[in-house]
């Protein structure tokens, strides 16, 4: 079974700084996604940007950076230029679609993101 | 295209009833996935229905039921409430490619 973990509870940034938040994940399959969803007090999960494991580029999504290490099985968000709206929880997330069993997404229990004016 | 819909967006029951949340899910996508966000537990993965078939279910009691419609359209059961299913439920669609689920905007359920 896969396991996300997140290291990090609670972070604070000034606004305008950058800030990085940390996952780990442990699986022993090849080809996988890897997910950050941003769920602010609305409790709406929006999605913040997306990896696939067999690209080796890291993804990038305006001010939203990821650099994932696959042998280090690392995932990690930076958020560039931080801004009062991404005042946050952050939750890593791990998904092997399956059309045989399904597509279930394995979260990880958040970091807390608090952008300071 | 519009979001993912869930109703309704707040209820509240109490022990021992039974409740029926819907999701539509974003048109064109087949796969629509239901979990379960409380601050213990987090969020958890209930079950997962494509074309109609369950494919996966996470490890729920048998009280929590759910099924998918011809046009996608997922309603998910908790029958003989507990306060601990006091929650937000969440569902997600998704079309293959790409391999991203979507979210709605949730149902709090609070059970007294």
């Known amino acids: 079974a896969q396991t996300v973990t997140q290291s990090q509870p609670e972070m604070s940034v000034q606004e305008a700084e950058t800030v990085t938040l940390s996952c780990t994940y442990d699986?022993?399959?090849?080809?996988?996604?890897l997910f950050w969803y941003k769920q602010p007090p609305s409790r709406q999960m929006i999605l913040v940007i997306r990896?696939?494991?067999?690209?080796?580029q890291n993804a990038t999504e305006n001010r939203f950076s990821v650099n994932f290490q696959k042998a280090a099985k690392s995932f990690s968000l930076k958020i560039s230029d931080s801004q009062l709206g991404d005042t946050a929880m952050y939750f890593c997330a791990f998904m092997k679609p399956r059309m045989s069993s399904g597509d279930k997404l394995t979260f990880g229990t958040g970091t807390r993101l608090a952008v300071r004016p | 295209k519009a979001g993912v819909t869930q109703t309704p967006r707040y209820l509240i029951k109490t022990r021992g009833q039974q409740v029926t949340l819907s999701c539509s899910p974003i048109s064109g996508h087949r796969s629509v996935s239901w979990y379960q966000q409380t601050p213990g537990q987090g969020l958890q993965f209930l079950f997962e229905?494509?074309?109609?078939?369950?494919?996966n279910k996470g490890n729920f009691p048998g009280r929590f039921s759910g099924r998918q419609f011809s046009n996608s359209r997922s309603e998910m059961n908790v029958s003989t409430l507990e306060l601990g299913d006091s929650a937000l439920y969440l569902c997600a669609s998704k079309q293959r490619p790409p391999e991203t689920q979507y979210f709605g905007p949730g149902t709090r359920l609070l059970v007294l």
């Open positions: 699986t022993s399959e090849n080809n996988y996604y």
């Open positions: 229905y494509f074309s109609e078939t369950q494919r």
């Open positions: 990896q696939e494991a067999y690209k080796q």
